[in-house]
């Protein structure tokens, strides 16, 4: 696994995109566009302006929120996606007309863009907001949001953190919830930095999310996703941005097996070295009224044969697709 690392290390190095070459500010929103799947030229394009926005006559009284991280260093990068995605939908299918979903996903590379974009019900049921690498600071691997086709988005940006050692950023995008349409509610993807190292980037990282969620304007907001929680800082993260942390709200407790998110998956002389960690969470604020929260993806393989014994031989128990469970928040708007 270590070697793993080292070449996805050299992999970010060889394809980041200096400051000097790209359009985008740090720690400032950079507008981004989304797309929808066309059918009469069989291709993801931006929606014209004006043009009729889906909706099949049933009000959105609820939000799914799904962040997944799949890791990006292991082999066999399609089949896995496939799998995860056939789980997202596997879940999908049985949530109610009046529920909206949502996917954040961390971790990607440019070719999990194009698993996600051939899938039939990604391109029947949702918006995406990435067909390449082209927003992303590492041209090797970020996060990428799906979003439910009934949903009115009425912005898209993303923030490139200025402390950052792997080129994380902040990816929010607006939609217009509540009886009446007139409630933005902010949508934040984002994958915080990586180990403990000093100084640690997570605190000031999530400081511009939470500028971004508290912004004027905004309804209530959701953050979601691989949150790299491994340090005592990491805890009060929520409570030192005025922010809440749904696995807490609803009685989960620190340090219980029921709340962790990394570690039963991954390899196991990982495991035995850092233990079991809830690096994955959702943080939410405003008007915004908490429903359910769960974890979800354990126990996902891959099922080809000589797939499954390339994962094993890397020193997993079992050829699972990613190391991280996903975590699942439903939200309703307070009026």
């Known amino acids: 696994m270590d070697e793993l690392f080292q070449k996805a290390v050299k992999q970010n190095e060889e394809m980041r995109k200096p400051w000097g070459?790209?359009?985008?500010?740090?720690?400032?929103?950079?507008?981004?566009?989304?797309?929808?799947?066309?059918?009469?030229?069989?291709?993801?394009?931006?929606?014209?302006?004006?043009?009729?926005?889906?909706?099949?006559?049933?009000?959105?009284?609820?939000l799914a929120l799904y962040s997944w991280n799949i890791d990006f260093m292991l082999p066999n990068a399609k089949p896995r996606m496939e799998a995860a995605l056939a789980h997202l939908e596997s879940m999908i299918s049985k949530v109610s007309p009046s529920t909206a979903v949502v996917i954040f996903l961390q971790e990607c590379i440019a070719e999990d863009l194009v698993t996600i974009g051939e899938k039939a019900w990604v391109r029947?049921?949702?918006y995406v907001t990435d067909v390449d690498n082209s927003f992303w600071a590492s041209g090797h691997y970020g996060t990428t949001t799906l979003v439910d086709r009934r949903l009115h988005i009425?912005?898209?940006?993303?923030?490139?953190?200025?402390?950052?050692?792997?080129?994380?950023?902040?990816f929010c995008m607006d939609i217009s919830l509540g009886k009446s349409k007139d409630k933005t509610v902010r949508l934040c993807n984002t994958h915080l930095e990586s180990l403990a190292m000093e100084p640690p980037f997570r605190p000031p990282q999530m400081q511009l999310v939470s500028k971004f969620m508290h912004a004027k304007g905004i309804h209530g907001a959701l953050a979601a996703g691989d949150f790299n929680a491994i340090q005592p800082f990491d805890q009060t993260l929520h409570s030192?941005?005025?922010?809440?942390?749904?696995?807490?709200?609803?009685?989960?407790?620190?340090?219980?097996?029921?709340?962790?998110?990394?570690?039963?998956?991954?390899?196991?002389?990982?495991?035995?070295?850092?233990?079991?960690?809830?690096?994955?969470?959702?943080?939410?604020?405003?008007?915004?009224?908490?429903?359910?929260?769960?974890?979800?993806?354990?126990?996902?393989?891959?099922?080809?044969?000589?797939?499954?014994?390339?994962?094993?031989?890397?020193?997993?128990?079992?050829?699972?697709?990613?190391?991280?469970?996903?975590?699942?928040?439903e939200v309703s708007i307070v009026e």
């Not at 620190?254 to 690096?279: H, I, K, P, V």
């Not at 031989?313 to 190391?323: A, N, R, S, V, Y």
């Open 21 to 62: 070459a790209v359009p985008w500010k740090p720690d400032e929103p950079h507008p981004q566009p989304h797309y929808s799947f066309d059918k009469t030229t069989q291709t993801w394009a931006v929606p014209k302006a004006g043009s009729p926005h889906p909706n099949d006559g049933v009000d959105i009284t609820l």
């Open 124 to 126: 029947d049921r949702l």
């Open 154 to 170: 009425t912005s898209c940006f993303r923030a490139h953190y200025e402390k950052t050692r792997f080129e994380r950023d902040a």
């Open 240 to 329: 030192d941005n005025d922010l809440k942390d749904a696995y807490l709200e609803l009685g989960g407790a620190e340090g219980n097996d029921e709340g962790y998110t990394w570690g039963q998956q991954a390899a196991t002389t990982l495991r035995e070295r850092f233990g079991c960690s809830r690096m994955d969470k959702v943080y939410f604020c405003g008007g915004l009224k908490l429903e359910s929260f769960q974890r979800f993806g354990a126990d996902i393989q891959l099922a080809e044969q000589e797939q499954r014994q390339k994962l094993e031989g890397l020193g997993f128990e079992k050829p699972w697709i990613t190391d991280h469970l996903g975590v699942m928040a």
